[in-house]
């Protein structure tokens, strides 16, 4: 974090933190949910393997059509395979659980998160937003992810920009076990295809009566966009696509880990 003020004159914005949980069904259907809180909104990625996904239903009711346009058309299930919701405030999930019904382990005490993230938010010049914090996993320091934001960038389209990729291999050790992770528009639009998004990228679900070592590995994320529009890099939309990339690259390196 030091070296990204006095090496590449990185200005300090705030703090930043974050913590990821991971739930799974104790009954049939199998069942998943994976969470992880930004600021005041607890962002919630589920998934219910005894259902279809969206891309596959879509699939199954245009081959239907395609053989007979008469036949009726497939009822849409209540939800599909993968499902992403907010909840606000972070608070609330316990309430969330208990409105979902069902048995829900989690691998370690419900006080202690399975990720925990704590750094700092910097910016180089205009264009460029670190975000940078060491990785606790079960209270056991891990390495240190990275993210970084290119603001004037509206979009792009194939691979990520290599300055970018070069900067952060920069500020790593040279010895450093590096995952980049990243997903272009493309890719991006694949995701949320297959997402049951309820109610749009920017709604809540507020539930009421809720209140208020040694590193053995570093965990790098990386993604970049810019320029605001009314469904882009800004607000809860950014927020979301965050939480996304983070927690498949958290889970990912969680079950390799084993």
Request: charged content about 20%; aromatic content about 8%.
């Amino acid at each position: 974090m030091q070296q990204i003020q006095t090496v590449h004159g990185g200005v300090h914005k705030g703090p930043w933190y974050l913590i990821a949980r991971f739930y799974r069904s104790s009954t049939w259907p199998s069942r998943t949910i994976n969470t992880i809180t930004l600021g005041d909104t607890c962002h919630i990625f589920a998934e219910d393997t005894s259902v279809q996904s969206k891309v596959t239903f879509e699939a199954v009711k245009r081959a239907a059509l395609a053989e007979d346009p008469l036949a009726p058309v497939p009822t849409r299930p209540p939800h599909y395979r993968n499902t992403y919701l907010t909840l606000s405030p972070p608070s609330s999930l316990s309430i969330f659980f208990q409105q979902l019904g069902g048995l829900w382990s989690n691998k370690i005490n419900a006080a202690q998160p399975d990720i925990e993230i704590q750094g700092g938010v910097y910016a180089i010049g205009d264009d460029i937003i670190i975000r940078v914090g060491k990785v606790s996993q079960r209270g056991e320091l891990k390495g240190v992810v990275i993210e970084a934001e290119l603001v004037p960038m509206a979009t792009f389209d194939g691979d990520e920009p290599l300055f970018l990729r070069d900067l952060i291999f920069v500020m790593m050790p040279n010895n450093a076990d590096v995952k980049l992770a990243s997903l272009n528009e493309e890719q991006w639009s694949e995701v949320l295809s297959a997402i049951n998004d309820t109610g749009g990228p920017t709604s809540t679900i507020s539930l009421p009566g809720a209140e208020e070592k040694q590193k053995d590995g570093i965990f790098t994320y990386k993604g970049e966009e810019g320029l605001p529009g009314p469904n882009d890099w800004t607000g809860a939309d950014r927020d979301k696509r965050s939480a996304f990339l983070l927690l498949r690259l958290f889970v990912t390196e969680t079950a390799q880990r084993g």
